[in-house]
């Protein structure tokens, strides 16, 4: 087939063509009107002891420290992951995701309904994981236990874009009305 009588085809059809196309943008155009605020959060959270361990028969290593924050940071990590915590934070929309950047550092990523909750849910959140830290610590009652220290929310806009939602929707509509074209073209009409 020439590309003028595939051209043409769409010439034929094109008010289906752009009716589609337009179909699409109006969607877009709803889907972003309706759509909910949403904000991302991350905290970074230090994972440090309460105190130092004193003993006349062995100086301290900094580094068996360092490896032990980093295994206790670990089973933070998991904590914040477990299907307890999630359940346990107010506010927050979906899972919270959690990683351990270095031996002690831990960040934290929540959506939240309102810029406002950023915070709440952050404080809740260290809460939670210094009274887990300190159930660990109940029978042994270390002065030198594992405290979990956050900063201040950063929060950002996590909503779609009017011009994302525009591209794409524009972008959707052009792939299903070029098949839909086709399709009428080689479905409806004799050759």
């Not at 301290?60 to 299907?83: G, M, N």
Request: proline share 2%; glycine share 4%.
């Amino acid at each position: 087939m020439e590309f003028k009588a595939f051209f043409a085809i769409f010439i034929k059809h094109k008010k289906i063509f752009w009716e589609i196309i337009g179909g699409c943008l109006v969607c877009g155009v709803a889907f972003f009107l309706l759509q909910k605020p949403s904000f991302e959060s991350i905290i970074t959270l230090n994972v440090t002891r309460s105190g130092t361990q004193q003993t006349s028969e062995y100086t301290y290593d900094d580094f068996y420290r360092l490896q032990a924050d980093e295994r206790f940071a670990d089973t933070v990590v998991q904590w914040i992951k477990s299907p307890f915590f999630v359940s346990q934070m107010q506010g927050v929309r979906g899972k919270l995701q959690a990683k351990r950047l270095s031996s002690q550092v831990i960040t934290v990523t929540y959506l939240t309904d309102a810029e406002k909750l950023s915070s709440v849910v952050a404080q809740q959140l260290i809460t939670m994981l210094n009274t887990e830290s300190q159930k660990l610590n109940e029978k042994q009652n270390h002065k030198d236990w594992f405290v979990v220290i956050g900063t201040l929310p950063v929060t950002k806009d996590h909503t779609f874009s009017l011009l994302f939602l525009l591209i794409f929707s524009s972008a959707v509509g052009f792939f299903v009305a070029f098949w839909t074209v086709l399709f009428i073209q080689y479905t409806k009409e004799p050759n």
